[in-house]
């Protein structure tokens, strides 16, 4: 099928969006109170991330929000996902409360209300204190209690302003890429996964401490968490592989996703983490705090991955690996049912839960050109396509009867890529980080006419 023949509306009422966070955009990191983040320190050390980049500036956010607020708006952005920065609001994470911090998410969801656009706020996007780094960080149970205070101090300030509320971010990077592999903050490697499956553990019952906060705070608006998904597939035809791929969905994706919506960790894996010493204990109540109940899944999805039957491969013995297909700028394999897999999926697994799709983009090596004028373009067919064969292959979800909700772009705007620095783009939105200028890209406009439409 030609891209002009798609005729492919999606429901009356879709959400679409944007989405950014926090740290990758707000720049402004010692400005108005704000306090010392794990993102801070680790980008500060030499060697943590690509060409020495911090987020010292980055787009500079904090103090362009309204010219960026209007670039959504002329843009069509019906919503917009953005993250809280836990150290504008508490700087050292459990002490004073920074009422300039609040002050500036205040402005920014009233803005985002004015211009038509609703506020998605995101609690926890990796950007913990450092004080409470220097306490053990989320191995420190305690820290739990200190986020929950957080939580309804931002509830608290910004109510209902705010159009849907999502405790934590991608729990399973902050947990694993943190504290195994080392490559994201707070820099921690145990390769044993010990230390990364108690911090996991922790931001899950954090999360549900939010969740009761929320409750109680009586506010009305949908809450949820958004979890990185991904599909997954046996990379050979055998009985093993096949079973590989189960145990790594399982391991990736249900050891998040099922003590949230049903209070308890996939039994199989939990056994299987048991026999190799590393199971975190679970504290009387946790799986109930934990499963307390949200309103809605979000998932962020950006590849599929493939899945090789291998004893040596830690406890799930599973060898996990991108798919042979081209690649994005990240490495990550381009295919275009990665969205319809995983909603396939989690809703035959979890039905009955609304799904939104809370990130979904790719990043390219975007060029800049100049028309005659002199004004710069970025002409990104290459991530047009990968937008558009995502969502086309997304519609088809909606006849299987998979309550798909919202869809989010990742990113609104080119940013500060965590280990990679500014050497990755994923938005829509270019900026010469110079000098600050924003330059919407083709991929903007084109999805600009995806959301008028409502569908392709």
């Known amino acids: 099928m030609r891209q002009d023949d798609l005729d492919l509306r999606y429901p009356e009422g879709f959400l679409w969006g944007c989405a950014t966070a926090s740290f990758q955009i707000e720049g402004a990191h010692d400005a108005d109170g704000r306090g010392e983040s794990i993102w801070d320190r680790f980008s500060h050390t030499p060697g943590k991330v690509e060409g020495g980049d911090t987020g010292d500036l980055a787009c500079d956010h904090y103090h362009r929000f309204r010219e960026d607020v209007a670039l959504m708006k002329e843009l069509g952005l019906k919503a917009y996902r953005f993250s809280i920065a836990w150290p504008r609001i508490i700087p050292d994470g459990s002490g004073a409360v920074n009422e300039a911090g609040l002050d500036f998410y205040r402005e920014l969801v009233a803005e985002l209300r004015a211009a038509g656009i609703v506020p998605v706020a995101t609690l926890y996007h990796w950007d913990l204190p450092q004080p409470l780094q220097e306490r053990g960080g989320w191995l420190n149970r305690s820290v739990c209690d200190c986020f929950a205070r957080y939580a309804r101090i931002v509830f608290d300030a910004l109510g209902d302003g705010v159009g849907m509320w999502i405790t934590h971010n991608e729990p399973w990077c902050a947990a694993f890429l943190g504290h195994e592999k080392g490559v994201h903050a707070p ?20 999360h549900g401490m939010a969740v009761r906060e929320y409750r109680s705070a009586g506010l009305s608006a949908p809450i949820g968490i958004a979890l990185n998904m991904a599909p997954f597939a046996p990379a050979g035809n055998s009985a093993g592989d096949a079973e590989a791929a189960r145990r790594a969905y399982r391991a990736g994706n249900d050891w998040f996703a099922m003590p949230v919506l049903r209070g308890e960790y996939p039994a199989d894996i939990a056994a299987r983490y048991q026999a190799a010493g590393i199971m975190p204990t679970v504290g009387q109540g946790d799986m109930a705090t934990i499963g307390a109940g949200i309103d ?8 599929r991955q493939l899945a090789t039957h291998d004893p040596a491969a830690g406890p799930i013995e599973a060898r996990v690996e991108f798919g042979p297909g081209s690649r994005t700028s990240m490495g990550w394999e381009i295919y275009a049912r990665a969205t319809r897999d995983i909603l396939i999926s989690v809703s035959a697994e979890y039905p009955g839960v609304d799904l939104y799709v809370t990130e979904n983009g790719a990043a390219f090596d975007d060029r800049v050109e100049y028309e005659p004028d002199g004004s710069p373009r970025v002409h990104d067919k290459d991530r047009i396509t990968f937008l558009r064969d995502q969502l086309c292959q997304a519609h088809e979800v909606f006849a299987a009867g998979v309550p798909f909700k919202g869809y989010f772009l990742w990113s609104f705007m080119d940013n500060f890529e965590w280990a990679y620095g500014y050497s990755k783009r994923f938005g829509i939105v270019h900026v010469d980080y110079e000098s600050q200028r924003r330059t919407p890209k083709d991929s903007a406009l084109w999805y600009r ?8």
């Open 187 to 206: 820099g921690i490697v145990d390769p044993t996964m010990k230390t990364a499956l108690l911090v996991a553990h922790h931001l899950l019952l954090s």
């Open 296 to 303: 809605f899944l979000g998932i962020n999805v950006y590849f």
């Open 449 to 456: 006419s995806v959301m008028e439409a409502n569908g392709l």
